[in-house]
Nanobody
Framework: QVRLVESGGGSAQAGGSLRLSCGADTSTYSTYTPYCLGWFRQAPGKSREGVATFQLGGIDTYYHNAVKGRFTISQDKTKNAVYLQMNKLAAEDTDVYYC????????????????WGQGTQVTVSS
């Protein structure tokens, strides 16, 4: 099973930016082949929602309507890393953000992702 580790969370003012990073432990890729990587977020008492995902080796990218035009997901294949650049942050972006991988599905539905990072807190103050 591949292991994912997030970093880059923290605090920002509304209108500011943060960049999240997710590193994948590639030593386990021989037993797990990721098809899709992405970012999700979850507030206390709420279900986990997809923020942005992309299909590895393909061109399909998915964004939650609330973040289109503000957030950008990208990958550095040489570092086996996935990034989420978050611009024009708003208070409603405050959540715990999770990096996730799926070996069979790509989209914004969290139930189909089977590898998860530990999460990183993002807090936006207005």
């Amino acid at each position: 099973q591949v292991r994912l580790v997030e970093s880059g969370g923290g605090s920002a003012q509304a209108g500011g930016s943060l960049r999240l990073s997710c590193g994948a432990d590639t030593s386990t890729y021989s037993t797990y082949t990721p098809y899709c990587l992405g970012w999700f977020r979850q507030a206390p008492g709420k279900s986990r929602e997809g923020v942005a995902t992309f299909q590895l080796g393909g061109i399909d990218t998915y964004y939650h309507n609330a973040v289109k035009g503000r957030f950008t997901i990208s990958q550095d294949k040489t570092k086996n890393a996935v990034y989420l650049q978050m611009n024009k942050l708003a208070a409603e972006d405050t959540d715990v953000y999770y990096c996730a991988a799926s070996d069979h599905y790509c989209g914004l539905n969290a139930i189909y992702f089977n590898v998860w990072g530990q999460g990183t807190q993002v807090t936006v103050s207005s």
